[in-house]
């Protein structure tokens, strides 16, 4: 379910946080609210949205269908960008959709490599495209930072670490 406070602004505005500006002009928002507000979608569960080389990305995928008739079955690749470079995750051959169904997919697993994050950046994207059907592919910008130096734990010799 999706709700909007204000979907239009009913008079002349200054500012608002409405999606459509008077006199019926949509705003940016509102192309990225009926973007995600879309029937039927690829799409992934993934378990946060911060990340650190190293660590493994696992991005369950899905093929969400809220459409009151089928959808026919196809091919959702899988994608992930870090520092310009391009990675297939992999590839799934998904069947028909039932009216109002839903069908989870396999679960890409990838070790995350080190890199250069000030020259290559601290983003990692993943990317949902379904093969012959660029309006069922969703994008994914996700945090991804250096891993954090360990915590040292000092022990002074005698026993005594209270000091």
């Given amino acids: 379910m999706a709700l909007n406070w204000c979907f239009d602004e009913p008079w002349p505005c200054a500012a608002n946080n409405s999606l459509i500006a008077w006199p019926a002009r949509p705003k940016p928002a509102y192309h990225a609210v009926a973007a995600s507000c879309r029937p039927v979608l690829a799409s992934a569960r993934i378990a946060r949205f911060s990340w650190c080389e190293g660590d493994v990305f696992a991005p369950e995928l899905w093929m969400l269908s809220d459409a009151p008739q089928p959808v026919e079955g196809g091919l959702l690749r ?12 992999l ?22 490599p080190g ?23 969703s994008t994914y910008r996700l945090c991804y930072k250096p891993r954090p130096a360990a915590k040292r734990v000092f022990v002074l010799p005698g026993g005594d670490n209270n000091a």
Avoid: S
């Avoid at 899988?78 to 995750?89: K, T, V």
């Avoid at 590839?91 to 995350?112: E, K, S």
């Avoid at 890199?115 to 012959?132: A, I, K, N, Q, S």
């Fill in 78 to 89: 899988a994608f992930l960008d870090i520092g310009g470079e391009r990675r297939h995750l």
């Fill in 115 to 137: 890199h250069d994050h000030e020259r290559l950046g601290r983003v990692l994207t993943l990317t949902l495209e379904v093969e012959g059907r660029p309006e069922l592919g």
């Fill in 91 to 112: 590839d799934w051959q998904f069947p028909a959709l039932a009216p109002n169904r839903h069908m989870a997919g396999p679960t890409a697993r990838f070790g995350l």
